[in-house]
């Protein structure tokens, strides 16, 4: 399996779009089978015959209309006709492979090309996933691969010298550990909510046992033997719970609606979280227990009762030191539980405000931001990229409303950074080359700064003669790297010698700049260092307007129209909503837990009031 990106042309509207090519027999490893039509076949993997690809159902709905009868079709990809023999479901979606970080829904699916020279390319972009044969352990399969793996090594050196095969579970990785501390959480915030709610059913059914004393003696009284009493009694109790877990799994229904509604796109699993069958009877059975238990010992009590004693009192005389002791003791624990979940929601809150309270290094306020991947096949060369690049910001900058425009090869905070090592100059190079610090590496052109809102702290802004191929090579530094290269003195003017061997740059200091978060506002900033260039092959087009950002979309589009028809532009929003993304799991999390903490309380002053008011 390779994940790979292609553009989808031939359209009014050229689209970038994720795609998978895998081999014929992968879906049915995952045991998935087409919506409509059908999966590769091997022959379908020669060279000549692998113009074939199977799609995803929204992209089926969006570009076929959900017509069964186009299936057959054919859609341009890179400008080469391929047909549509397939229809993924909508659920389906890749394996992650790394934590649950790197869940996909490929748009297209293409057969892996059995033209794929191992013994030449030193790429590793593969992946292998398996399904184990009845009664075969992961430590058997990982002992086989490990003799695969030694095998490679000898057959094909140049790409498996020094690797090894490692296997793992994709239950394992298909979940992100944030995701399941959430799901950790909120279990425990439901099962505080539901103990919550069983001390307010105790409650209720103690204090309705007592209000009955006198009318269960007067059964006693007439003949009705204690079994009858108890069997009423349960009855009773189980009715009510039956009545109320049937409520409780509508709401639940409307509940999971909003909840959905509410949770961040690109949390897919979330999103496949339903109610079903085990839920159910997970529910009904709860709503059972409860009745069961917290409706016998009341009846037992009442049943058991002295029938003289009981008969000359009134219902709230008849409540015993031992009742009046359980019911506060219930209520005691529901207020406790309450406290809890309130403080684990303000502190959930209070993290958030600090998240958000950092500041990001930038300005995204007017900022509108667009991906641009130049394809290979047309954008191979330097000179092409840097034409094309020139043309855009040449173009764009021209547009009204535009303050100032610039490229980077990322967006801020996206996770997207190159990684070099660095030395400053006449210092002597470590002893281990592998203890040669490094730092993140983001290659922009001039008035990248100006355009995000990042001020200069010392220095210059980049010039578009810094970027010329034969230009003195010049960087800009964060202010953390700064104090790394110069800790006792001044970074501006410092060389610094960037890589190593043959593909060592010597560039100069002109400007040190804020610390950014690329990793997250909620990760600890790390040093970067921006280095000017307009050969750019997967580029982030970033403008900065006088008005709204959103109002300047269409022209932004018609402009790389122009310089490249079947150019495809993705993901046009403002930065500010960028910078909002980052921080959208973390405010569902603690908006879910403030939710439950919330429900709770309401529950745990029910449950008072009414012990009160008893």
């Not at 293409?110 to 399904?131: C, G, K, M």
């Not at 490692?166 to 959480?185: G, M, N, Q, W």
Request: hydrophobic content about 45%; aromatic content about 6%.
């Amino acid at each position: 399996m390779q994940q790979v990106r292609v553009q989808l042309t031939g359209t009014d509207r050229p689209e970038d779009l994720e795609a998978v090519r895998i081999t014929p027999d992968f879906l049915p490893v995952l045991g998935r089978t087409p919506l409509l039509g059908r999966l590769f076949t091997p022959d379908e993997t020669a060279a000549g015959k692998d113009q074939v690809a199977l799609v995803g159902d929204a992209f089926f709905k969006r570009h076929f209309g959900g017509d069964r009868q186009r299936l057959g079709g054919t859609i341009q990809l890179a400008g080469k006709p391929y047909t549509v023999i397939g229809v993924l479901p909508s659920d389906f979606h890749l394996p992650a492979l790394f934590q649950g970080f790197d869940v996909r829904r490929p748009d297209i699916w293409l057969p892996l090309s059995e033209t794929f020279n191992a013994a030449q390319s030193t790429d590793r972009i593969n992946y292998v996933i398996a399904r184990l044969r009845d009664g075969a352990s992961l430590q058997q399969a990982r002992s086989e691969m490990a003799v695969i793996a030694r095998g490679l090594q000898q057959q094909y050196p140049n790409g498996n010298t020094g690797f090894t095969a490692s296997l793992f579970p994709l239950s394992v990785e298909d979940v992100s550990p944030s995701t399941s501390r959430t799901v950790l959480a909120l279990q425990v915030a439901v099962g505080f909510v539901l103990l919550i709610a069983c001390a307010n059913v105790a409650n209720l059914l103690l204090a309705r046992s007592a209000g009955r004393g006198r009318e269960m003696a007067i059964r006693a009284a007439m003949g009705a033997t204690r079994g009858r009493l108890i069997r009423q009694a349960l009855g009773e109790s189980i009715l009510l719970s039956a009545a109320g877990g049937l409520l409780g799994l509508l709401l639940a229904v409307g509940a999971m609606a909003g909840i959905k509604a509410l949770a961040p796109e690109d949390n897919y699993h979330f999103h496949e979280v339903g109610l079903n069958w085990t839920v159910l009877a997970f529910g009904i059975g709860v709503a059972a227990l409860s009745g069961l238990i917290f409706g016998l010992a009341p009846a037992m009590g009442a049943s058991a009762a002295n029938l003289q004693e009981t008969l000359t009192q009134d219902g709230r005389a008849g409540v015993g030191r031992k009742t009046r002791r359980l019911s506060n003791s219930l209520v005691v624990a529901e207020v406790a539980l309450a406290l809890i979940l309130l403080a684990g929601a303000g502190l959930m809150l209070r993290s958030l405000g600090n998240v958000l309270g950092v500041n990001p290094g930038f300005h995204a306020d007017r900022v509108l931001s667009t991906h641009i991947r130049l394809p290979l096949e047309r954008y191979s060369k330097d000179e092409q990229l840097v034409a094309f690049n020139d043309r855009l910001l040449e173009r764009a900058s021209r547009l009204p409303g535009v303050e100032s425009v610039a490229v980077a090869s990322g967006l801020p905070l996206m996770d997207n950074l190159s990684v070099t090592t660095y030395r400053v100059e006449g210092e002597a190079p470590p002893a281990d080359p592998a203890q040669t610090p490094e730092t993140d590496l983001k290659g922009v052109s001039e008035d990248y700064f100006r355009t995000i809102g990042t001020p200069i702290l010392r220095g210059r802004e980049f010039t578009r003669q810094d970027a010329a191929p034969k230009a003195e090579p010049v960087v800009a530094v964060t202010l953390s790297l700064a104090r790394q290269i110069a800790p006792h003195g001044d970074a501006l003017g410092r060389r610094v010698i960037l890589g190593s061997g043959d593909q060592a740059t010597t560039a100069t200091v002109v400007a040190i700049v804020p610390d950014t978060h690329e990793m997250g506002l909620d990760e600890s900033a790390r040093p970067e260092l921006f280095m000017p260039g307009h050969n750019i092959q997967e580029l982030a087009l970033m403008l900065r307007t006088k008005g709204d950002p959103m109002a300047l979309e269409g022209a932004v589009r018609a402009v790389v129209a122009e310089i490249d028809k079947d150019q495809a532009v993705v993901d046009v929003k403002p930065l500010a909503e960028h910078l909002h993304g980052t921080t959208q799991q973390r405010r569902f999390d603690s908006l879910l837990f403030a939710g439950f903490a919330g429900l709770a309380l309401l529950l745990a002053a029910v449950g008072l009031y009414g012990v009160l008011s008893y």
